[in-house]
């Protein structure tokens, strides 16, 4: 049975969708009339763009009404080693660290030391990406885990990407240590850390680590199919 949210949105969308069938016809008569007779056509020339702005209205109201509807839909288990949608509002960092709920973060973890140069442009934005956490079961370096996601068709995923899914999913960083190899730091001359969540004592911590040294085998890698971007 729907939630009564739900089942508004839907009839939202239908009385929309009425809406636009209604109007289509309307803008598809005066492109033939342009068509058919320049001088005609020029004459509806305002009334073109009145109803091209109404469609567009429309549509994103539609838009809206399907992205309130995802937003109540459960999140799927998420497995590693399988491909998942993650759908997340990008945030600022501090945000997302709050968000995250963890028992500590380490303090380099800032806007300043982590910027993100996209951030004013995707901020407050929901974001659908296909990722997936890798488990390579042996111990590894960071440059040949990049050489495996290159092959897979995956990019490392960034530090917001990773604080997403400790929201969305805080069971698996009890599972799992999980780091992402898209967002470096550069704490000092040529040597650069990367974030990664686990858990310790049963409490959930996000960190740092060398992005240098090798991984053991206890650690997963979090990533991002390329074809997203």
Same mark, same amino acid.
């Given at each position: 049975? &729907?939630?009564? $949210?739900?089942? $508004? ?17 309307? +803008? ?5 009339? &342009? ?35 995802? *937003? ?32 500590? *973060? ?66 698996? $960083?009890? $599972?799992?240590?999980?780091?992402? &190899? ?14 990664? +969540? ?9 960190? &740092? ?21």
């Amino acid at each position: 049975m &729907l939630c009564p $949210q739900l089942k $508004q949105n839907l009839e939202s969308i239908k009385t929309l969708k009425s809406e636009l069938d209604l109007e289509l016809p309307k +803008i598809e008569k005066l492109f033939k009339d &342009l068509k058919t007779d320049s001088r005609k056509g020029k004459e509806h020339k305002s009334e073109r763009k009145d109803l091209l702005n109404k469609i567009k209205e429309i549509e994103t109201k539609i838009n809206s009404e399907v992205e309130k509807i995802e *937003a109540e839909l459960p999140t799927k288990k998420i497995e590693v080693g399988k491909e998942f949608n993650l759908k997340f509002k990008y945030r600022k960092l501090e945000e997302m660290i709050k968000a995250g709920n963890f028992f500590h *973060a380490n303090g380099d973890i800032t806007p300043t030391k982590f910027s993100d140069p996209k951030e004013k442009e995707l901020l407050d934005r929901v974001i659908r990406i296909k990722a997936k956490i890798f488990d390579f079961k042996k111990d590894i370096s960071s440059h040949d885990v990049l050489k495996e996601l290159d092959k897979e068709g995956y990019r490392p995923a960034t530090l917001i990407e990773l604080l997403a899914l400790a929201e969305i999913d805080p069971e698996l $960083q009890r $599972q799992f240590s999980i780091v992402s &190899l898209g967002s470096p730091w550069e704490d000092y001359d040529d040597h650069y850390t990367v974030p990664y +969540i686990y858990t310790i004592d049963s409490e959930r911590k996000l960190n &740092l680590d060398d992005f240098l040294g090798d991984w053991s085998v206890h650690y997963c890698f979090f990533a991002v199919r390329k074809d997203n971007n």
